[in-house]
């Protein structure tokens, strides 16, 4: 898995509660992305990172926030948990390259359930 | 954004068969387009990639071949194998300014191949 490690890899909470997914990489990649995963909607991006302190919103970011405050570790807060939360949940890095986009490696993705 | 549409979302093949998946994007100004195979309960992978500035590109029983002028791309697996079942995602990337190091994921295919 590309030097990712994702924490914790399960976990069930109860609706109202604060969770805080970790994402650990060993790359030195500039940029970080968290996925969500559903059926029958695919990846889809929440928010992204590209560079310590900078991030940026991606297609499905409402009821999430992240922060980067070092180059290898970013983090996704569900501040108050909602069912439709429930997910499987991955991060990505990259490295984009004289301007281009290059290839996103993902970490093993943290399942959590939302009851 | 870009909107990437793919093509069929099951596909069933016997072993030793040939599947193709297929991909369409919007955005003419995409030129970067990965394949990813996701195992259950992993990551996604990254299988194989294209750039604009070349039509097909191949690796060993996998292929991927780019039409720019019809905003499509396919991916080509032959004597397909038991170990080839997996869900595959098409993704493409515009690749400079604001979205640069975004990807835009198809819904992905869900790829059974039967002994």
């Known amino acids: 898995d590309a030097g990712i490690t994702q924490s914790p890899r399960h976990k069930v909470t109860e609706t109202g509660t604060p969770v805080t997914l970790r994402c650990h990489q060993t790359e030195n990649h500039r940029y970080m992305y968290w996925y969500r995963q559903d059926p029958g909607h695919g990846l889809r991006l929440i928010h992204y990172s590209y560079g310590v302190k900078d991030t940026d919103k991606g297609e499905v970011s409402d009821g999430y926030s992240v922060s980067r405050s070092k180059t290898e570790d970013f983090l996704l807060t569900l501040e108050s948990a909602t069912s439709s939360q429930t997910s499987v949940y991955f991060c990505?890095?990259?490295?984009?390259?004289?301007?281009?986009?290059?290839?996103?490696?993902f970490g093993p993705g943290t399942r959590l359930l939302v009851l | 954004g870009e909107n990437v549409e793919q093509h069929p979302s099951t596909l069933s093949v016997q072993e030793g068969d040939s599947a193709v998946i297929k991909c369409t994007y919007s955005?003419?100004?995409?030129?970067?387009f990965p394949w990813y195979k996701q195992e259950l309960g992993k990551g996604p992978q990254l299988i194989i990639d294209?750039?604009?500035?070349?039509g097909e590109k191949k690796d060993q029983r996998i292929a991927v071949t780019l039409n720019k002028t019809a905003k499509h791309f396919s991916l080509h697996i032959t004597e397909t194998q038991p170990e080839d079942s997996a869900v595959y995602f098409c993704a493409a990337s515009i690749g400079r300014g604001s979205t640069l190091g975004r990807l835009y994921f198809g819904r992905g295919t869900q790829l059974t191949v039967w002994p």
């Open positions: 294209i750039r604009s500035n070349v």
């Open positions: 990505a890095i990259s490295e984009p390259n004289r301007g281009r986009s290059e290839t996103q490696y």
């Open positions: 955005d003419s100004a995409s030129n970067y």
